[in-house]
């Protein structure tokens, strides 16, 4: 419950929406529900950190839909490519500067608020993620 708490508190539902509510559909199991993807699916600029180069349709090489985090606590690998099987490192991650390339990424604030916490409040928030 904290953990959940604190993953608003500091930000990350910006862009990791926790529920997402489907419209019409013709397929009445898909019609007019709610999904927890933890995603609001909208292309966010990450910065040169996690900028890959590739770019794809509208997306910049250093832009990715964000990634839906239900089922995250299946994973063996994070990131858009797999890079770290570490979660914090993850997180962290989504920090980083600008370059003569990418500007900086927009998750800067939200991954000072979260390196900010407490040892234990950050495991709160590790602990609520690995649940999902």
Known sequence: VRGRKLFSDVGCVLCHTPTLHT???SVPA???????LYSDLVLHGMGP???????QGNAKGDEFRTAPL???????????D???KDLLEAIRA??????GTYPSSEANQVTARF???TEIDKQ?????????
Do not use: E, M
Not at 30 to 36: A, C, E, T
Not at 49 to 55: K, P, R
Not at 94 to 99: D, I, K, L, N, R
Not at 124 to 131: C, G, K, T
């Open 49 to 55: 950190g996690l900028a890959d180069d590739v770019s």
């Open 82 to 84: 797999g890079r770290t």
């Open 115 to 117: 390196n900010n916490l």
């Open 30 to 36: 898909l019609r007019d529900k709610d999904v927890n």
């Open 94 to 99: 989504h920090a980083s500067a600008g370059s």
């Open 70 to 80: 239900w089922g995250l606590g299946k994973r063996v690998f994070f990131l858009h």
């Open 23 to 25: 419209g019409k559909s």
């Open 124 to 132: 709160h928030v590790l602990n609520f993620l690995r649940s999902l």
